[in-house]
């Protein structure tokens, strides 16, 4: 049972908060996270930074040293998995050193010269989490060329998210497991899109399909994507599915757990973005151009 | 509330928000919600009802702008789980136990709330993976650093090294 005393005014406050809450919210949403809402969010994020790097920097080795210590059982036998993996990744390098050289001879007698569409890349630090959200916070922000929508991945290569957010020293990531919206992606010449599932990491593939496909089949970011570059592993088919009526549906388990990353990759994909620029500044790592400050919402333009 | 107080309250919500964007969102089993957890901590002080509401209003704004869900979403959440803890508060403090019991369930009312709020407004990164083992591993993290700490928190925020003796 609830108790309440006579002329207290408990009530009219949380009422008038909740009225509040809800035209923050309404006011959030319809300014899609630009606005003053955004101002708002890069002020505190911008405060708060320091702090957040502060405690990841001491926070970080303590949970590592614990992280061994209560999982050095399967850490051994990953050590003994990694270093037959190693072997067989030594094996064919050696392969791929001789594709090289092949290539660099069939350049040199067709004088061909690459087109210098490299994409930059940004090496950014993991410092934190929103609370009970499957966000991440990274050390870079717009100071260091990174701007709303830009694609992550990890060292490795494998997509990660987008980024939602961005201040001057940091940025949000938010996972393509959990983003709002899917990932136009391919599965050998099948084109398609992968979404994210409530509760879980396992994501959702819809192909436009004329064969079928089978476990461990690769899924790939493709051409099609606005939001990533084509030919990003995004994960693995973990059931075999067979087309009904041109489509087919299964799921793929993603590569990443982005739970467990620490250093994070981000692209300054497009080359060339076309955003909108108010006080033009020359980025650190790359050549893109990037407004000071960037807080709107990344368009789930894919799927 | 004296300038002392508002320095303590605001060092403790600043260290919660610090310590669960950093400490806590590596940590798989042991998963509090610090900020919730401070907010129904400051139903068992002395401050006004209206001012814990209130305190409870900003904390939850300030862990939506240091997230990416939309603005207003945690601050509804938490002002209507220190409005139930207000109204439920003469229960909890009779003895250790059943003041971290209380915690667990207003927690639990705060990471329910937050899924169906968060569900409605189609916030999904509120919704990703472990959303049904947030149901119960938050309000037992909860849990237990309230039977630790409450009595400590209620007499560093009031002032009053009586408080919470349970006696």
């Known amino acids: ?303 | 509330m004296r300038m002392r107080s508002v320095i303590i309250v605001g060092l403790i919500l600043l260290l919660a928000v610090v310590l669960q964007t950093t400490l806590f969102s590596q940590t798989t089993l042991f998963t509090p919600d610090l900020v919730l957890l401070v907010v129904i901590m400051f139903c068992l002080t002395r401050l006004r009802p209206e001012l814990i509401l209130a305190l409870a209003f900003m904390s939850g704004l300030a862990v939506d702008l240091l997230g990416s869900a939309v603005l207003g979403l945690r601050a509804m959440v938490f002002t209507m789980v220190a409005y139930l803890g207000i109204r439920t508060r003469e229960r909890a403090d009779v003895g250790r136990i059943i003041t971290g019991v209380w915690t667990g369930l207003l927690t639990l009312a705060g990471v329910v709330l937050l899924i169906l709020v968060g569900t409605l407004f189609n916030q999904t990164v509120l919704l990703g993976e472990g959303v049904t083992d947030r149901l119960y591993l938050v309000p037992i993290a909860n849990t237990v650093l309230a039977l630790i700490f409450a009595p400590l928190f209620v007499r560093l925020v009031d002032r009053d090294t009586t408080a919470f003796r349970y006696v």
């Not at chain 1, 005014?9 to 309404?26: A, C, E, Q, S, Y």
């Not at chain 1, 969010?41 to 614990?66: C, E, Y």
């Not at chain 1, 990660?160 to 709002?180: H, K, S």
Request: glycine share 10%.
């Open chain 1, 1 to 303: 049972m609830l108790s309440r005393q006579p002329g207290d005014r408990t009530f009219p406050t949380l009422i008038t908060l909740l009225v509040l809450g809800l035209l923050l919210m309404t006011f959030d949403v319809r300014s899609e996270g630009g606005g003053v809402t955004g101002l708002l969010r890069t002020g505190t994020q911008s405060m708060v930074a320091p702090l957040q790097k502060g405690a990841a920097f001491v926070v970080n080795p303590v949970v590592d040293v614990i992280d061994s210590l209560t999982n050095v059982a399967t850490l051994r036998e990953q050590n003994r998995a990694l270093q037959q993996d190693l072997a067989e990744a030594q094996a064919a390098l050696v392969a791929v050193d001789d594709d090289l050289a092949r290539l660099e001879l069939y350049e040199q007698l067709y004088r061909l010269e690459a087109t210098g569409t490299a994409i930059g890349r940004t090496v950014a630090q993991v410092i934190g989490q929103p609370a009970l959200e499957g966000s991440l916070i990274i050390d870079k922000g717009t100071a260091d060329g990174i701007v709303v929508g830009q694609p992550v991945v990890d060292t490795s290569g494998y997509v990660v998210g987008t980024v939602e957010q961005v201040t001057v020293g940091t940025a949000t990531i938010v996972p393509i497991t959990v983003g709002p919206g899917g990932v136009a992606v391919a599965v050998g010449a099948q084109v398609g899109v992968v979404m994210p599932q409530i509760d879980t990491n396992i994501m959702r593939l819809e192909l436009d399909a004329e064969e079928p496909v089978f476990i461990g089949d690769r899924v790939v970011t493709s051409s099609g994507s606005v939001r990533f570059p084509a030919g990003y592993p995004v994960g693995e088919v973990i059931a075999d599915a067979a087309p009904t009526n041109d489509t087919l549906s299964t799921e793929v388990e993603p590569y990443v757990q982005p739970d467990t990353l620490r250093v994070v990759v981000v692209l300054a994909w497009p080359p060339d973005p076309i955003t909108a620029v108010t006080e033009p500044t020359t980025t650190t790592t790359t050549s893109t151009t990037v407004p000071a400050s960037t807080t709107a919402s990344t368009s789930e333009g894919d799927g």
